[in-house]
Nanobody
Framework: QVQLVESGGGLVQPGGSLRLSCVISGFRLANYAIGWFRQAPGKEREGVSCISNDDSAYYVDAVKGRFTVSRDNAKNTVYLQMDALIPEDTAVYYC??????????????????WGQGTQVTVSS
């Protein structure tokens, strides 16, 4: 019943921009926090950001100042705007649900539901 679907990934040159979408069905987005994670080949899944149900947003240092997370509760959609992309951003990006954005929002321990991921490739 609960489903999260990411979209918007693709191939972009360094310095370019991309906006990812996470559409949630089966529950009201307004009741949950949403985290963004990414996983590059051969690496562990790492936290990117979290947005709480009151729109408080958190970012890891690697993306701070370049990525912006937002939500549209009426559309049950969370967005991740990615600017000034660098090759190190290449990964499969996932969104996931949580009750809150915990202090350790970058940990997968606090997230219950996950999407299937969308591929982001930054290359010249």
């Amino acid at each position: 019943q609960v489903q999260l679907v990411e979209s918007g990934g693709g191939l972009v040159q360094p310095g370019g921009s991309l906006r990812l979408s996470c559409v949630i069905s089966g529950f009201r987005l307004a009741n949950y926090a949403i985290g963004w994670f990414r996983q590059a080949p051969g690496k562990e899944r790492e936290g990117v950001s979290c947005i709480s149900n009151d729109d408080s947003a958190y970012y890891v240092d690697a993306v701070k100042g370049r990525f912006t997370v937002s939500r549209d509760n009426a559309k049950n959609t969370v967005y991740l705007q990615m600017d000034a992309l660098i090759p190190e951003d290449t990964a499969v990006y996932y969104c996931a649900t949580s009750m809150i954005c915990a202090s350790a929002f970058y940990s997968t321990d606090y997230y219950a539901r996950w999407g299937q991921g969308t591929q982001v490739t930054v290359s010249s």
